[in-house]
T-cell receptor, first 113, second 115 residues
Framework: DAKTTQPPSMDCAEGRAANLPCNHSTISGNEYVYWYRQIHSQGPQYIIHGLKNNETNEMASLIITEDRKSSTLILPHATLRDTAVYYCIVSRVGSGNTGKLIFGQGTTLQVKP | GAVVSQHPSWVICKSGTSVKIECRSLDFQATTMFWYRQFPKQSLMLMAT?????????EQGVEKDKFLINHASLTLSTLTVTSAHPEDSSFYIC???????????FGNGTRLTVT
């Protein structure tokens, strides 16, 4: 699975949009981009995933560049409860494949009042 | 949404004893589950892939005789830490595939402390 690069930490003001970047320049054609987050002492929570089109759900939006080498997770109105470690993972899980998810170090997002 | 349940949520055991952790898929069948371990201030590390009805596949460096995995049914996988030692103290998390083209969902983890 392709490797991802994320900034180690970011701050965001409460109520503002949080934009979390991820580079995955070696992504291959059948690999999805997944985003999970982990709040302290809990299991990771699935947020969103996509292949090449932008995706939106009730939690977030995922913007994938046309060349698929990078993506941005957008939390439109961050709250204090969104403070967590956010992981961007590239994987073939979802391609009809029981592939595994390999976690990097993620981005620690601190939402401040 | 899909729910993965782990039990217990925390356990304290004495050095040399064995501990079993259960991972259940509550509203779906999971042919494949994954076990992770997470040390403080570190990321999740994949330990093994658990396949229903067959032997687990372990990641490099993970001792299969120490971390016994059994996936006897489509809704239950267990991880047994045998002869636990203090260095096995960690946060153990399982996950399961909810469908053929669906994402992994994770349990809430089990905090193991070996004294």
């Amino acid at each position: 699975d392709a490797k991802t690069t994320q900034p180690p930490s970011m701050d965001c003001a409460e109520g503002r949009a949080a934009n979390l970047p991820c580079n995955h320049s070696t992504i291959s054609g059948n690999e999805y981009v997944y985003w999970y987050r982990q709040i302290h002492s809990q299991g990771p929570q699935y947020i969103i995933h996509g292949l090449k089109n932008n995706e939106t759900n009730e939690m977030a939006s995922l913007i994938i560049t046309e060349d698929r080498k990078s993506s941005t997770l957008i939390l439109p109105h961050a709250t204090l409860r969104d403070t967590a470690v956010y992981y961007c993972i590239v994987s073939r899980v979802g391609s009809g494949n029981t592939g595994k998810l390999i976690f990097g170090q993620g981005t620690t997002l601190q939402v401040k009042p | 949404g899909a729910v993965v349940s782990q039990h217990p949520s925390w356990v304290i055991c004495k050095s040399g004893t064995s501990v079993k952790i259960e991972c259940r898929s509550l509203d779906f069948q999971a042919t494949t589950m994954f076990w992770y371990r997470q040390f403080p201030k570190q990321s999740l590390m994949l330990m093994a892939t658990s396949n229903e009805g067959s032997k687990a596949t372990y990641e490099q460096g993970v001792e299969k005789d120490k971390f016994l995995i059994n996936h006897a049914s489509l809704t239950l996988s267990t991880l047994t830490v045998t002869s636990a030692h203090p260095e096995d103290s960690s946060f153990y998390i399982c996950s399961a595939l909810t469908g053929y083209n669906s994402p992994l969902h994770f349990g809430n983890g089990t905090r193991l402390t070996v004294t």
